[in-house]
């Protein structure tokens, strides 16, 4: 019998290729300082572009070593909702809007408005 006879495998969970010959990738293995010291390793491909900025598996915003320091002075303002609502509506409007949300479910709970 062949020594890679399928007999007894389970298909799918095992592949019958061999690694021999197979160059890996080129990586690079580059290092990540916290505010505090604390030290981050993270292996990127040769070609790939470094963030100059990561987040340790901790929570805490890492800084690439020897590298520059981001450019955070073009960033835009943080837009929330509530801003996002004010440039399609008007105060007034949303004063309006809900007084008749009110209105429509007090009339579904039954309840009458007092005025």
């Known amino acids: 019998m062949s020594d ?3 007999r007894g495998m389970r298909l ?6 061999t690694e021999t ?7 690079q293995r580059i ?6 010291g604390e030290r981050v390793f993270v292996t ?3 070609e790939a572009d470094i963030p100059p900025v990561w987040v340790s598996k901790t929570g805490k915003e890492a800084l690439l070593v020897d590298g520059e320091l ?3 002075s073009n960033d835009k303002p943080v837009r929330t909702h509530w801003d996002m ?6 105060v007034e409007d949303l004063e309006q809007i809900l007084q ?12 009458r408005r007092s005025a």
């Open 4 to 6: 890679r006879s399928l």
């Open 12 to 17: 799918g969970a095992q592949s019958m290729e």
């Open 21 to 27: 010959g197979v160059e890996p990738a080129p990586r």
């Open 31 to 36: 290092e990540y300082r916290c505010a505090d």
């Open 44 to 46: 990127f491909s040769a």
């Open 70 to 72: 981001p450019d955070t």
């Open 85 to 90: 609502l004010l440039e399609r509506r008007s």
């Open 100 to 111: 008749d949300r009110l209105t429509n479910l007090r009339e579904r709970r039954g309840e």
